[in-house]
């Protein structure tokens, strides 16, 4: 167990619909990481937050947004939701934020129907 | 930009022998390397990671790296497989130069250790 939860860990929603992904780092850590994983795409990096500010941004889409609330848990926002959307979406924290290690959550599974 | 390659889908392995799965990558300054080992219905969990010092590192499970910089590799290595080491196997590279600490992780690869 990494320390990093994520709720919930499975989502079935339909397309055009509006959907709240949430992330808990490990007690402590500053950075959180957003990441997808299709069978397509791979495993890309979406956005980073730092303490509450956006870090780093990947190939994360317009129709995505995310923010980093003050105690720290993260939620990804997934709107006008497409069929290619379908996907694992994955958090990870890590202590701060240069060249730290990343402890990946076990997963929310996405399924837009 | 900065890519990671894996490039075997798959290896397979008899139960004792030892393993290798590859990875290369590019990037335009030193790279940060990792290794991540992903079991069914699972996170990713962290096996080891390169960021400066000697070019072998060991890290969990008995699994270590070798970093290559003038082959651009970081294949990662156990002396002797065992079966529950099959898993979906990832590489990935921060480049030191990107802002932030996104990692760019290679496509995996899956080792399969038979009995």
């Known amino acids: 167990d990494s320390g990093v939860t994520q709720t919930p860990k499975h989502l079935i929603t339909a397309t055009g619909q509006r959907v709240t992904l949430r992330c808990s780092p490990r007690s402590g850590d500053l950075s959180v990481y957003w990441y997808q994983q299709s069978l397509d795409q791979g495993l890309q990096f979406l956005i980073q937050?730092?303490?509450?500010?956006?870090?780093a941004k990947g190939n994360i889409l317009e129709r995505f947004s995310a923010q980093q609330f003050p105690d720290l848990h993260s939620e990804l926002n997934l709107s006008s939701l497409e069929l290619g959307d379908s996907a694992l979406y994955f958090c990870?924290?890590?202590?701060?934020?240069?060249?730290?290690?990343?402890?990946f959550g076990p997963g929310t599974r996405l399924l837009v129907l | 930009a900065q890519s990671v390659a894996q490039p075997e889908d798959q290896v397979n392995v008899a139960e004792g022998n030892p393993l290798t799965v590859k990875c290369t990558y590019s990037v335009s300054g030193n790279p940060y390397l990792f290794w991540y080992v992903q079991y069914p219905n699972r996170g990713l969990q962290f096996l080891l990671k390169y960021i400066t010092g000697d070019n072998l590192v060991k890290g969990s499970y008995g699994f270590e790296a070798e970093f290559n910089k003038s082959q651009t590799s970081f294949h990662l290595k156990k002396p002797s497989a065992l079966v529950s080491d099959s898993a979906l196997y990832f590489c990935a590279v921060r480049d030191i130069n990107n802002a932030g600490n996104m990692l760019t992780f290679g496509g995996g690869t899956r080792l399969m250790v038979k009995p």
């Open positions: 937050y730092y303490n509450g500010e956006e870090r």
């Open positions: 990870a924290s890590s202590a701060r934020d240069f060249q730290e290690t990343q402890y």
